[in-house]
């Protein structure tokens, strides 16, 4: 088997699905329009991207929708190669087009409605006979998502999987070679746990194929229909890793048989492979893969009364990941994680970014660091294997002491405000929870009951303040003691927040003209601006604030690509 990249454009590009006799790809692409600053780590999630078709052994692709201002995404072709059906995802409302394969007037198949749930990149598929075309849809309202099966010819539709309340639902279809029946990924918990199913054409209970409950990132069959190529994190990847740093997907492509059995990996070199594609003739493999990111911490600085018009800075940078910042009690450093010397450790740097220090050599994914309260003593998460622990280290260094350790995914750690306790998210009940333990080690104490991930107990020690992570959008709190959760902040933009006295600094991704700084005031229960941050890629990390409350601290990806790549003489 022989690997080359298909694309290598700036920007991303995704998704891509071969023509009928295997000599063409379509995929779609954001780069064209220069929208490189998209605000997700998938143009295939979120930001504006085109469909495109380019010839194998041909540098020039042609473009085929031009409609600014939306997301076309998923392309797949018709048996007999004269169309491409894809899906555009707005503001107001996602629909099903067909467009000519050689360029051409676009038509509307089916409106489905307001947004779906675009986080696990529902993607479309065309029976081989064309008669039908299989796409995820969820009415509003309406949990979980299903596969539903519709006629390009009479509009006519109906469900063909109907998962339990207690899954995400159901994503990503492909038809079997013989139309018989379609493979499909179902997601028992955004972003954390699926496995491939497959039901037959007419309906009825599919049958389970992999029993992994790990990330899948698309599925196709092989040409002879013996074989389903999936890709998956099932070699090793947290849902920490998947939800953290801004890091691309630890996936690989893998091989089951469709009669069910043992999966075996796809003998290709490297790692973050997604939504993979076979040709007719099955001797063709294409499959998406991301670049590294250079992840930097950029500074801005704010004032209490105004919006701040000073443009933010580059503070600490390397052509590695360097992330998760967070000033020391005093003010006068920061600690953050970087991978500039290898996997990722905690580093030290005054205040300037100057004097960089490294404070951890482990050799491992070491992030998430934090301040004890006191200044002397800063805890994070450690990574070895799959799973993630919590450690505490010496602001001077030495060996890391283990606070949490153990089976469970234990990650995102921090401080109580009087010290004497570390919060963090935990897998160990079967579901991600808030947990505190004596900052000391000791018993673990279960903190909330519905869900939660990124604790911090508020400055007055009063409460925690969670998210949820996901499709489940908001700032969420809870009595340090006991008490009822209740939502905060419901355009709470996952992590990219901190919580101060008086209320919460906070990254506004989606705001008008790009990326915003924002501050919710707990008095008033509204929101202003603190500044702009522009068209930028912002990382799902922390915001970090400084004590005078006149610095804010933040990562950004000043480089992110995903290209296509093509494996000739697949077997």
């Not at 519709?150 to 998962?163: E, Q, R």
């Not at 949490?404 to 405000?417: F, I, L, R």
């Not at 003209?513 to 501050?519: D, S, W």
């Not at 005078?548 to 992110?560: A, E, F, G, M, S």
Request: proline content about 7%.
């Amino acid at each position: 088997m022989n690997v080359v990249p298909f694309t290598s454009f700036p920007g991303e590009e995704v998704l891509g699905t071969f023509s009928p006799d295997g000599n063409q790809i379509a995929f779609c692409w954001n780069g064209e329009r220069g929208n490189n600053d998209q605000k997700s780590h998938f143009v295939t999630q979120f930001g504006e991207s085109s469909i495109y078709v380019k010839q194998i052994g041909s540098e020039k692709p042609l473009r085929l929708t031009f409609d600014t201002g939306h997301n076309d995404f998923s392309p797949v072709w018709s048996p007999d190669g004269q169309r491409i059906a894809f899906s555009r995802h707005s503001e107001t409302e996602d629909s099903i087009f067909i467009v000519p394969a050689l360029g051409g007037a676009e038509r509307k198949l089916l409106t489905l409605g307001p947004h779906i749930a675009l986080g696990a990149r529902p993607t479309l598929a065309w029976s081989p006979d064309g008669k039908l075309i299989a796409f995820t849809y969820k009415a509003p309202k309406e949990e979980p998502s299903k596969i539903f099966l519709v006629s390009p010819d009479t509009l006519a539709s109906h469900p063909l999987t109907s998962p339990s309340a207690e899954n995400l639902g159901d994503f990503n279809p492909a038809f079997s070679p013989d139309g018989q029946s379609v493979a499909f990924v179902r997601f028992f918990r955004e972003g954390e746990s699926a496995d491939i199913y497959i039901v037959p054409i007419t309906g009825g209970e599919p049958r389970r194929l992999t029993f992994d409950e790990t990330y899948l990132a698309g599925l196709a069959w092989t040409a002879d229909g013996r074989e389903i190529i999936f890709s998956s994190t099932r070699a090793g990847s947290s849902a920490g890793q998947l939800y953290d740093y801004g890091m691309a997907f630890v996936s690989g492509l893998w091989r089951i048989p469709a009669s069910g059995g043992a999966a075996e990996r796809v003998a290709l070199g490297g790692l973050n492979f997604f939504f993979p594609n076979i040709s007719r003739q099955g001797n063709r493999l294409t499959y998406g893969q991301r670049s590294p990111e250079d992840a930097n911490i950029y500074r801005i600085e704010i004032s209490d009364k105004t919006v701040s018009k000073n443009p933010p800075t580059k503070l600490i940078a390397s052509t590695r990941h360097d992330g998760g910042p967070q000033f020391s009690p005093d003010g006068k450093r920061i600690v953050f994680h970087s991978a500039r010397s290898g996997p990722l450790e905690i580093w030290m740097c005054d205040s300037d970014g100057t004097n960089l220090v490294q404070v951890t050599s482990l050799n491992r994914r070491a992030g998430s660091p934090r301040w004890s309260p006191d200044g002397q003593q800063i805890v994070f998460d450690f990574y070895e294997e799959d799973k993630g622990d919590i450690y505490t280290i010496s602001v001077e260094g030495g060996l890391p002491r283990p606070i949490v350790t153990g089976d469970a995914d234990d990650h995102w750690p921090s401080w109580s405000t009087d010290g004497k306790w570390i919060y963090f998210a935990s897998d160990r009940s079967g579901k991600y929870q808030v947990w505190k333990v004596p900052a000391q080690g000791g018993e673990a104490v279960q903190v909330t009951k519905e869900g939660g991930l990124l604790p911090c107990e508020s400055p007055d020690g009063k409460y925690v303040y969670y998210n949820k992570g996901g499709s489940i959008r908001g700032l969420w709190r809870v009595p340090v003691d006991t008490g009822e959760e209740v939502c905060v902040l419901d355009s709470f933009k996952s992590e990219r927040g901190v919580v101060v006295s008086d209320g919460i600094f906070f990254i506004n991704p989606d705001a008008k003209g790009g990326a915003a700084l924002e501050f919710f005031d707990f008095a008033t229960g509204k929101e202003r601006r603190v500044a702009g941050l522009g068209k930028v890629n912002i990382i799902p990390s922390c915001v970090a604030v400084s004590p005078d409350r006149r610095q804010i601290l933040y990562t950004q990806n000043d480089q992110t690509g995903a290209d296509i790549m093509l494996v000739e003489n697949f077997r």
